[in-house]
DNA sequence: TAGCTACCTG
DNA sequence: CAGGTAGCTA
């Protein structure tokens, strides 16, 4: 007989509210040691002590009369507690000094040298300066117009494939569409824009010119896209590959299996790939442009007192801690203070768009400050800080308010460009695999055969290159986590935030996740991982419970949870496995109060009742925290 | 019906 | 951790 804390409200005379109001809100009745006896009493209803009811059918009180316990710990204070402060002491993080003007032409080379590579696995003489590309001035004049005929024909040339792939093996055609050539032609025919096609006033894509359903592809074709030999009319053979509907208006174009060469898998898939890795070059070398195209906004700040680089010197860009800490934990694989994206600039001043887009190709701008004020003195060196509070959030830019189902951002931050172009070229916005962008899907990704020299002209660091778990899932997960997919990081992060928040709403979620693209796939995502954070909680609540309550534990006052506890340990174990993170405090009050309700509830035999849990999550979740608003960065990336 | 949740399973 | 499912609620 445990009756739902409706029922039991329902049922309560005001005698049994009066204690309850007293209590505030009956929180403290079990977190102050009542005895599992008193809790028997009360005339056929169990006041929780978290004021989750257990009605009694059995157990009348032997103790009738008996104080429901004296409280030490005000609930009140429990529910309304706010988060452990965290004083948004600033961060002596002066106006950058970065030589950005050097870093630039270091860039630009780099740009060049993906240009490079781009057209030495094509043509490098048949792509002109003028096809298009942000330095050439052309960048603004509409579409870009993509290698021209010559690249297609000297790639062809390269794979043995001249005009159309001649084979009418059906196991090509199966090949050549799981080759991602859709998000390919995507890529050049929705999102995948580049920033330059943007409508910088209206902040929508410009006009576009018709798409074509089909190109044609030849010596005599006009056209100067290399996704062209995929939509010769012409050639005899093909096959349709649908445009994705949203982006293209469900338009199809036709992949060419005809005639003129060999045409065997082989030949296919290094075609492919070709492609691939050429539009991944180009995809970054145009978004490195877009940036650069930006950066003069970036410069009126001189070089200050305070240089970044100190800042940057000073704290790891990963996990913010300070670099003098012994414990310093770098990701994976990364030297001390340097990220896989490398370090940026620090400034307060400086503009959102910088705080994303760069960390795929410049250091990116870690602006941490020191959780230390909250921090107990006794903590432990290495544990994590919060990023900064003070990053400059883009305005109206807490979550995308547009909506779980929000379409892709046209934001003008050109590292939405970039974020478009990668998820266009990496994946198919709207499709399955975007919704499944995580861990897996990264892993999945791997396909994806990146040119070493790629990776060299991303910047990514030597170390990072040669990870014994493979650059290409290295590059893949930075790539991913520019778009809106989540990444192995926002895991983190989720985990760390549930140490504060058990039931986030979806707007918390959104706030507190900003640089996740929203879907309702990426939402859902996010809401299964704190539903099995919760699963995990209440696994180990139950049973550590469980365990004290066979243990003869006399009353609540016995169950506690600290620091040291083993509960605890498995807890942190779980969701803070690196132990870099400086629980709060309030969660182990949460914890502890958690314990106690299963513990009485188990107790008096309420989980006989296939829902005996249900009172408990009710009131558990009542016990959330705001997130600190260092959650909002990118945090723990 | 959509959104959220817990539960179960792999 | 994700997928599937069922229950609940607005």
Known sequence: MYASSNTFLDRRSPEHLQPLKHDSCALCTITDGLDIAVLLNNDDKLTSPLGSPYTMGSSRAELDGADPAPQSRDPLHLLSAPPPLLSPTATPCGPKDWPLRTARHAKRARVENIRDMAGSSFSPSLE??????????QGDKGPREWPPDGVQAQRAGRSSV????????????????NMKCQPLLKFRRSGGLPPEDWDRDSDQPKEETPLEETHSFGSDSPSKDPYDVFTDPHCGDGFDVPLNRKACGGKKVRVQTASSSPGTPDTANALMADILKYELSRAVSMSVDSIFKIMPRLEPHPPAAAPAAVVVMERSAVTGLPRESPLSRPRQGTPPGTSPYGEAVCGSTLPEVQTEALSLVVQRAPRLRPYALCRPPHQHHGEQEFPSSHRSEPQGSEGNKGGAAAPVRRDKNPCEGLKQEVLATAGAPGSKVRCKVNSRSVRGARHFALDPGFLGDLCVPMDVQTRADGPQSMLMSTLFSLNDGLTTSHLKKAKLMFFYTRYPSSLVLKTFFHDVQFTRCITSQLIKWFSNFREFYYIQMEKQARQAAAEGVAHTGALTVGRES???RTLNMH?????DFQVPERFLEVAEMTLREFYVAVSLGKDCDPSWKKPIYKVICKLDSN????????YPD
Do not use: M, R
């Open 128 to 137: 002109p300066d003028t096809d298009g590309a942000p330095e050439g001035g």
């Open 162 to 177: 001249v005009g159309c792939w001649s084979s009418e093996d059906p196991a090509i055609k199966n090949q050549l569409q």
């Open 566 to 568: 083993e509960l605890f």
């Open 575 to 579: 969701y803070n496995k690196a132990s």
């Open 627 to 634: 997130v600190p608003e260092e959650f909002k960065a990118h």
